[in-house]
């Protein structure tokens, strides 16, 4: 009952800006953090950034300085800002939520189908 739907990816030149937006819907009652995960094929998914529903961040050392998260929490939406962009963020980007849903006492951990981003010349 919770869905996550991502926007945003594409293709983009080295050193180009791409803006991901994930909108989290469903039976609500709280989120307590957001993020992106991203997976190149043939690694580990790793985590880009994180944001609490208090505003706390939390950044992979690789983009830290490029990429920027943000959030809406009356809208449950993460945005995250990529600038800079190197050949290296290419990867599928995949939206995060720890949820709370109506009716539930404990969080689950909600993920969306994934955009692709492709960073190249």
């Known amino acids: 009952q919770v869905q996550l739907v991502e926007s945003g990816g594409g293709l983009v030149q080295p050193g180009g800006s791409l803006r991901l937006s994930c909108a989290a819907s469903?039976?609500?009652?709280?989120?307590?953090?957001m993020g992106w995960y991203r997976q190149a094929p043939g690694k580990q998914r790793e985590l880009v950034a994180k944001i609490t529903s208090g505003g706390s961040t939390d950044y992979a050392d690789s983009v830290k300085g490029r990429f920027t998260i943000s959030r809406d929490n009356a809208k449950n939406t993460v945005v995250l800002q990529m600038n800079s962009l190197k050949p290296e963020d290419t990867a599928g980007y995949y939206c995060?939520?720890?949820?709370?849903?109506?009716?539930?006492?404990?969080?689950?951990?909600?993920w969306g189908q994934g955009t692709l981003v492709t960073v190249s010349s």
């Open positions: 469903g039976s609500i009652f709280r989120i307590y953090a």
């Open positions: 995060n939520a720890q949820v709370v849903q109506v009716g539930y006492v404990g969080a689950l951990d909600a």
